[in-house]
C-alpha cells in the first residue's frame, strides 16, 4: 500500500491533463458519496413542488418564531 507522500509524488510525475482527469474523477466520487445525494434530492423537491404548484412567500413563515421570553432561570 503506497502511503500519502507516495501518492503525492505519483500525481506530481502526471501530466497537467493527467492530474486534471484525477482532479475530475475524485470530485465525481465525492459528488456520489455526499454533495449528489443532497443535490439530487433538492432538485427532487422542487420538481415536486413545480409539478403540484405549491408556492410559499414571507407570509407563509411570519408566524413561526416563539416570541415569549422563555423559562425563568433562579441563579
Same mark, same amino acid.
Given at each position: 500500500?503506497?502511503? #500519502?507522500?507516495?501518492?503525492?509524488?505519483?500525481?506530481?510525475?502526471?501530466?497537467?491533463?493527467?492530474?486534471? *482527469?484525477?482532479?475530475?474523477?475524485?470530485?465525481?466520487?465525492?459528488?456520489?458519496? *455526499?454533495?449528489?445525494?443532497?443535490?439530487?434530492? #433538492?432538485?427532487?423537491?422542487?420538481?415536486?413542488?413545480?409539478?403540484?404548484?405549491?408556492?410559499?412567500?414571507? *407570509?407563509?413563515?411570519?408566524?413561526?418564531?416563539?416570541?415569549?421570553?422563555?423559562?425563568?432561570? *433562579?441563579?
Amino acid at each position: 500500500m503506497m502511503v #500519502f507522500q507516495e501518492i503525492v509524488d505519483s500525481v506530481r510525475a502526471l501530466s497537467v491533463e493527467e492530474q486534471d *482527469n484525477l482532479i475530475e474523477l475524485i470530485r465525481q466520487q465525492r459528488e456520489r458519496q *455526499n454533495g449528489g445525494k443532497f443535490w439530487e434530492g #433538492f432538485q427532487k423537491m422542487r420538481a415536486t413542488l413545480e409539478r403540484e404548484e405549491i408556492s410559499f412567500d414571507d *407570509n407563509d413563515f411570519a408566524d413561526l418564531r416563539d416570541r415569549s421570553p422563555g423559562r425563568e432561570v *433562579n441563579l
